[in-house]
């Protein structure tokens, strides 16, 4: 029986973005096996192994992983290992090091390298070697936008690079729904249909940058008192982004969500997509706001750009521009032709990004491995 390891830092990763390609290995007859931390329940999995793996690179717990894997995946004798997130992605491959010798292949998707144009010197600084050095550890680096494939191509050492659109939305669950269906979820959820809702779905970190929404909304309101910011995501952030919307008076206009389980449903009442991460490398929560027909104002990133295409389905805008991200947003609420037509372009160019189209992408990569 051939047998595939899939490595993360935790195990939601996989339930969140991977359950298509879990599938499509067990139904081939393939032993499907995940290493991670956490105790999510995962389908089409034999074998889930807990390991101690930790963001931090500096966690000690890491070592233990590290160990952990190593006789893993030497007491299984893998035909694939595919490693997804950093630190998982360095484990397993030095964890992997030995076992290619016997013909093990490793595979890694890099999901958004830290270093990237414009990154900070101190990103190019730390990641690069890293990554650089475990290049020669991987059989294919998997990138999901041009800019990482070509900076793979131009500095690293790997056997082979590939490049697929992300890892997919789930188009079961994310389409347009009829202005009926939407007041009935409004209702549902507890908002007025008199209201303009935008929506932003992350964990609020440092990274994710809510406070240019908060600020942005306080600009909005100055001109229309009829629009509401929904941010659903874990606080990670001990509240900064809460207390910065209670000192700018707008706190009665932001609805702190936390984590939810019914985004799609989110989304369907919402008008907008708003984004404001500084680093994105292509984020799933922006192609499922497309996929719904939201139009979109992100902030500037090398994965917002390419979802985000000016005038066609949204508006890309500079990080921390506040005022033009107001300027955008009004806009487009206030013209009910270019709103509809930013809608139909977002649901028809967004489709390259579906689940099918990358499984699709995906298994043609994973063929030059099976045989």
């Known amino acids: 029986m051939k047998k595939i390891l899939y490595v993360a830092t935790i195990t939601e990763h996989f339930y969140y973005f991977h359950l298509p390609y879990l599938k499509m290995f067990h139904d081939l007859g393939w032993q499907v096996d995940v290493a991670s931390h956490g105790d999510v329940e995962l389908p089409y ?138 007041l009935r979820l409004r209702e549902k959820l507890g908002y007025s249909n008199d209201e303009k809702l935008l929506i932003y779905v992350a964990e609020m970190n440092a990274n994710k940058n809510q406070a240019m929404l908060i600020k942005a909304l306080k600009l909005v309101n100055e001109k229309r008192d009829d629009v509401r910011l929904l941010i659903a995501g874990a606080d990670n952030y001990n509240g900064e982004y809460i207390r910065l919307a209670k000192e700018l008076g707008v706190d009665k206009k932001v609805d702190f969500l936390g984590h939810r389980e019914d985004v799609d449903d989110l989304l369907h009442i919402s008008d907008i997509a708003v984004a404001s991460s500084y680093r994105e490398g292509l984020p799933v929560n922006v192609m499922e706001a497309l996929a719904c027909g939201l139009p979109v104002v992100l902030s500037d990133n090398r994965g917002h750009r390419v979802l985000g295409i000016n005038g066609e389905n949204g508006y890309v805008v500079k990080v921390n521009d506040c005022e033009t991200m107001a300027e955008k947003i009004i806009m487009i609420l206030d013209d009910e032709a270019l709103y509809g037509r930013l809608s139909r372009n977002a649901v028809e160019l967004v489709k390259p990004f579906s689940k099918e189209s990358v499984l699709a992408e995906l298994t043609q990569v994973y063929n030059q491995y099976i045989d």
């Open 45 to 182: 999995c034999d074998n889930r192994y807990e390991i101690p793996i930790k963001r931090s690179p500096a966690d000690k717990d890491n070592l233990q992983a590290y160990k952990m894997l190593k006789k893993i995946i030497k007491d299984n004798r893998y035909d694939l290992v595919h490693c997804h997130t950093p630190m998982g992605g360095i484990l397993a491959r030095l964890a992997a090091a030995s076992q290619r010798k016997h013909g093990t292949k490793v595979l890694y998707t890099a999901h958004g390298f830290h270093f990237y144009e414009g990154a900070p010197k101190l990103n190019w600084m730390v990641y690069f070697p890293i990554e650089y050095t475990m290049s020669f550890l991987t059989d294919c680096l998997i990138t999901i936008n041009e800019e990482d494939y070509n900076c793979a191509k131009k500095h690293l050492k790997v056997k082979a690079i590939k490049k697929v659109n992300g890892v997919g939305y789930n188009s079961d669950k994310y389409f347009p729904v009829s202005s009926e269906e939407k």
